[in-house]
């Protein structure tokens, strides 16, 4: 994302932003997404006048490693410990089937269309991966549905379809402990038009004329929580909100209450309904966003020298995380194992990647440790990849710290297809991760034009790819720094 112009806080200090998911070029460089030059900044304590931006802070010494040859240890071999995935379930753009989202993106069919949800002709930006069509019947009653808000169905639809999936009906839960099973589905937003709703009518009629569900319906646990009233699952719950590592921050977290013995099952992922006037609005200020109303389709086109930001979208990803042993004692159909994962900090900037590339290659290398996994076993990864003018580029840059010979592995970014889900653009990516080390078939990265000289790993331009997944990881990274990825690969007994 490019940085915002001048946000003041009430201590007079200044920030700039950036993107929400991804990480984006100095105020130094960009006003926005268009070069300036000679961009001064105010002193600190003097008012800002009209659009002021900060430079880039310089960065601390770290006294940080990273191994360029990770001596990884031994993977897992305690079935109490080891994670497996026997269950997804997802809310998209392409619909609510599993099959049908994945061809759709090995076919490279873009899911970026205008806006009409809202009147959005006043806006500078039209268009998003909008949700059409969805339908809840037979997930959540009439009269909840009609109250909800969008990210709360979505992640209901996702997470009641992943435990079908996996075999979790209601029937086979009513026989199960449900004090094993825990929900752990995030959401970088939350009920955004929930609380928009609520605050228009305080605003324009009184607090008296609130909706008593306007704070129920805001706050970012409730998917977590509606899930298991719903369910009977009376596991680990609750919910994590890192913007746009959310998903993956989830999936690591989940796996660690498995391993760790607290629980049997978690059903854990993302989501998010954010294609809404404030959510729009708010990236459109903060200069985030692609504008490319004329083409929407070509908008999302990571490592494609002509990007200009990255395209909104939404929806819900989740997975069924079990211990192997449970999974076996059951006769689940295993889909793919969790191998490992990792979070961190830049510890840098509210909105600015590191120059360096510390966090992310820091971040990627202890997923490998955490997984028992060495460099040279990765041969995919499911980028971050958002289409903005730096973090790109940043992203690009740290993974070839950690991994010195990228000529095997294929790297594509699913955010070209679909847009940002922020919130649960992991649990999405995870997804189609997951089928893509079960199919053997890679999604093409689209638009892809004009690629970035320096991006020298195939990024799968434009056309599908068969190959066979080894081991894989998704990245995702969000505002404040926060930096996450998972490591996922076919099961082997």
């Keep these: 994302m490019a940085g915002i112009a001048g946000v003041a806080c ?75 995935v026997t269950g997804m379930g997802l809310v998209s753009v392409f619909g609510s089937d599993i099959d049908t989202f994945y061809n759709k993106l090995l076919e490279g069919e873009s899911g970026i269309s205008l806006i009409d949800r809202f009147d959005a002709s006043s806006f500078s930006v039209r268009f998003a991966g909008q949700i059409r069509d969805f339908s809840s019947k037979g997930y959540i009653d009439g009269k909840n549905d009609r109250r909800l808000d969008d990210c709360w169905r979505y992640c209901l639809v996702a997470g009641k379809r992943a435990l079908v999936d996996a075999n979790l009906g209601s029937e086979v839960l009513e026989n199960m402990d449900r004090t094993r099973i825990g929900v752990l589905v995030g959401t970088g937003m939350g009920g955004l038009s929930a609380f928009s709703n609520g605050v228009e009518s305080l605003v324009q009629k009184g607090y008296k004329k609130m909706s008593p569900f306007f704070i129920p319906y805001s706050i970012t646990n409730m998917g977590s929580a509606l899930l298991a009233i719903d369910t009977g699952l009376m596991g680990p719950n609750y919910s994590i909100s890192t913007a746009c590592a959310t998903a993956n921050y989830c999936l690591y977290s989940a796996a660690n209450h498995i391993r760790r013995g607290e629980a049997d099952i978690m059903v854990a992922g993302g989501t998010e309904a954010a294609v809404m006037p404030t959510g729009v609005g708010g990236f459109i200020a903060c200069r985030a966003l692609s504008q490319r109303n004329e083409d929407p389709e070509k908008a999302s086109r990571p490592w494609d020298k002509s990007r200009d930001g990255f395209v909104m979208g939404e929806g819900s990803g989740v997975l069924i995380m079990e211990s192997l042993e449970h999974a076996m004692k059951r006769g689940a159909n295993i889909i793919a ?71 095997e592995i294929k790297m594509n970014g699913t955010k070209s297809i679909i847009g940002h889900g922020l919130g649960a653009a992991g649990g999405l990516e995870a997804i189609a991760t997951i089928k893509a080390i079960n199919t053997g078939w890679l999604h093409p990265t689209i638009n892809q034009d004009n690629i970035e000289p320096d991006v020298t790993i195939d990024t799968v331009p434009n056309v599908k790819k068969q190959h066979e997944v080894n081991v894989a990881i998704s990245n995702s990274f969000g505002f404040g720094g926060h930096n996450s990825v998972v490591v996922l690969g076919p099961f082997t007994p």
């Design 337 to 407: 194992e969790y191998l490992g994962g990792a979070v961190n900090c830049d510890a840098h900037h509210m909105t600015d990647p590191r120059s360096d590339g510390l966090g992310v290659s820091t971040c990627i290398a202890k997923s490998l440790e955490d997984a028992g996994v060495s460099p040279d076993e990765v041969n995919y990864i499911n980028a971050h990849a958002t289409s903005t003018l730096a973090g790109d580029l940043a992203e690009v840059n740290a993974i070839k710290k950690v991994f010195k010979d990228t000529s």
């Design 10 to 84: 009430s201590s007079n200090v200044l920030f700039r932003s950036r993107e929400m998911g991804s990480h984006e070029a100095s105020m130094a460089q960009y006003n926005g997404l268009r070069p300036v030059e000679n961009m001064q900044m105010a002193p600190v304590g003097s008012k800002p006048s009209g659009s002021i931006s900060s430079p880039a802070p310089k960065l601390r010494a770290i006294r940080a490693v990273v191994s360029q040859t990770v001596s990884a240890p031994k993977r897992e071999k305690d079935p109490r410990k080891r994670v497996v």
